[in-house]
């Protein structure tokens, strides 16, 4: 009994050290949780951080979108299975790359599905709506928002970006992206003033995986350049004066560092609300990985020089200290 009570009380004293050692954690580590996961879409929601990557596996397995959240950016919590093939019909593989934007009361959560190749095939960009940002998240209209290839893109990496109540859907694989008006219910779309739907503004270098954000008066336009299975996977950036003028090619600011990880991209950002403080989170390959599947979700700080240029990344593996919405 006494060999007993003294094992047991070793054992509780090493996971009272081990709670003390998590609760003293003092930046969010890289990657930022456990598990395969790539192309993160990062939001704010009240004062909960939120992160929705792609689960990176094989295709055919690639069939569920997870979640977390997290109050300081360092203790993050899982939220399993918020959608699966199972609510979404019409979808039977190749599920990833989700966007989120709230409007009103309800969340919902863009993805790409099916990897189409061509317009005889069915498949494209879909919709899932909750009233939580946990999900569960079902079907909103029981089929593609966008279902054809058109100009060039495939339709797959959106983004949703809400100007000033103005949702716009930005999108698009094989070297081509577009840019579109989502209309009040999100179920279709408004045509620009000269009559086009879809507007390509497809920058020099583009790939996919395009994102944007407005700081100061200025619009940021930033996609993946390179091979999302190779080491040389990039972030690249332009700035514009509205969404859906041409933009120049400024710079590559994220890309990897031979001793600490490759193939870093396919991104989102997050601003502090009231600030002009910034984060990246992105994935990347550990050096230790080959299989293209294997990557995993980080967060570095981003900072911006006295012209408004994106200064590049310094990725790590410390990550970020603790940081509440306030």
Known sequence: MKLRTVLLMGALGICTQASVAQEKKETSGNPIFEGWYADPEAAIFGKTFWVYPTYSAPYNQQVKFDAFSSTDLVHWTKHPSIVDTSALKWVKRALWAPAITKKGSKYY????????????????????????????????????????????????????????????????????????????????????????????????????????FKRKGKYYFMWSEGGWTGPDYRVAYAIGDSPTEPFKRINTILKQDATIATGAGHHSMVNIPGTDEWYIIYHRRPLTETDGNHRVTCIDKIYFDEKGEIKPVKITNEGVPARKVK
């Open 109 to 212: 959560l863009f993805f790409g599905a099916n990897d189409i190749q061509n317009n005889d095939e069915y498949g494209g960009i879909g919709v899932a709506v909750s009233n939580s940002p946990s999900g569960p998240f079902k079907d909103y209209l029981g089929k593609p928002l966008i279902d054809k290839i058109i100009n060039k893109a495939q339709p797959i990496d959106q983004f949703v970006f809400n100007d000033n109540g103005k949702y716009y859907i930005i999108y698009g694989g094989w070297g081509h992206c577009n840019i579109a008006q989502l209309n009040k219910d999100f179920t279709g779309f408004i045509p620009f003033e000269n009559g086009e739907t879809y507007k390509s503004i497809t920058p020099e270098g583009y790939v996919e995986g395009p994102v944007m």
